[in-house]
């Protein structure tokens, strides 16, 4: 176990806390992190040695260092886009903007990426390039198909990518790996059902979407339960149903978005036919019309074995190998980080929160004590790949 860097990281840890509680008071949904970007950038020139480019896929950012005459290459990225929940805590630093907070740690995962950068540019203990991506839109899975689509490895090659993200519920500052499938792909799609108003006092006058709208969410819940084996992994999940404002009318239209989360490319495409047809079965059995939105399509995060294991390894010696867990469940949770991972090997791990309220929650609270970990993991994969 090694801890000449964790003990130098938290020695400034109430820099990265400062960093981060910024960011959480000032949080902005994907693909519009106009002012986060910013700061990220006033922060890496303070740090100086980085070589930043600004604006890719949008509001992404790509911070490179070279050090001695290696050609090998690592990539590290971070997400800071924040949701569109309020906060429910009574946080010194809670979030003053209505509707929008840091409720994933995105906020963290950003600081522990920059820690990681302010010590690496102070030592530069290591032989190639390190590439940093700040990624926007994870929430959205819009960041980092945006990215790639903008050259993102074309303009800023490297050998392997890696990722990670805080889990409440998983032991305090410890990792989780594992190889091949590790989150799920996710579709989010939205669904219009148009009918007719009507006053609510005559009713038979109107058809009425909200009528259309609850069938059609029960019937959904049909197709993971009865078309595939409880061996299989699927979520059908209707996470909003928005229509009519008012008590005493019959409204016109009805919005449901839904996320769609699947293990396995087969079993995908079988769900996602089925949510057409029962979509527009429901809707022509109550004389509704419906438009369906479909999002960007989901793909399955698969972690490669060797750059798994690799990581795990370098975990273990960094942190003790009582802090390191190499047979995580994987997650119905999805991550954008998926489509990065389709293009290069790497891995994407946990790391404990401990017994919080889960991320997306309105209490969720991120530990800084982990802040100071996770740029201490990051150093270590780039000190030990860039040997």
Known sequence: MSTEVLEKITSENNILKSWMEHMHQMPELAMSETETAKFIVQRLREIGTWEIVEGVGKTGIVASMTVGDSDKSIGLRADFD?????????????????????????????TMLLGAAKYLAETKKFNGTVRLFFQPGEETMEGAPAMIADGLFERFPVDSVFGMHNMPGLELGKFYFNTGKFMAAVDNWEIEITGKGSHGSMPELGIDPIVCGSSLVMALQT?????????????????????????????????????????????????????RKIT????????????????????????????????????????????????????????????????????????????????????????????????????????????
């Open 280 to 387: 527009k079965a429901q809707a022509e059995s109550f004389n509704c019309e419906v438009q369906i939105r479909e999002g960007i399509p989901g793909t399955v995060l698969v972690n490669t074995d060797e750059e798994t294991h690799w990581a795990a390894n370098v975990a273990k010696e960094t942190f003790g190998a009582d802090h390191v867990f190499t047979d995580a469940h994987p997650y119905m949770g999805s991550e954008d980080f998926a489509f990065m991972l389709e293009k290069k090997k790497g891995n994407y791990c946990m790391v404990g929160n401990g017994d919080t309220f889960m991320v997306h929650h309105p209490k969720y609270v991120f530990n800084q004590e982990l802040l100071p970990v996770g740029a201490t993991y990051w150093v270590a994969l780039v000190e030990n790949y860039l040997q």
């Open 223 to 275: 197709i993971v339960s009865r078309n595939l084996s409880p061996w299989h992994n699927s979520v059908v999940n209707v996470g909003s149903f928005q229509s009519g404002i008012a008590g005493n009318a019959v409204p016109q239209k009805a919005i449901l978005r839904l996320s769609i989360r699947n293990m396995d490319p087969d079993d995908r495409k079988m769900v996602l036919d089925k949510v």
């Open 82 to 110: 924040a949701l569109p929940i309020v906060e429910d805590n009574d946080l010194p630093y809670k979030s003053k903007a209505e509707g929008k907070a840091h409720l994933c740690g995105h906020d963290a995962h950003t």
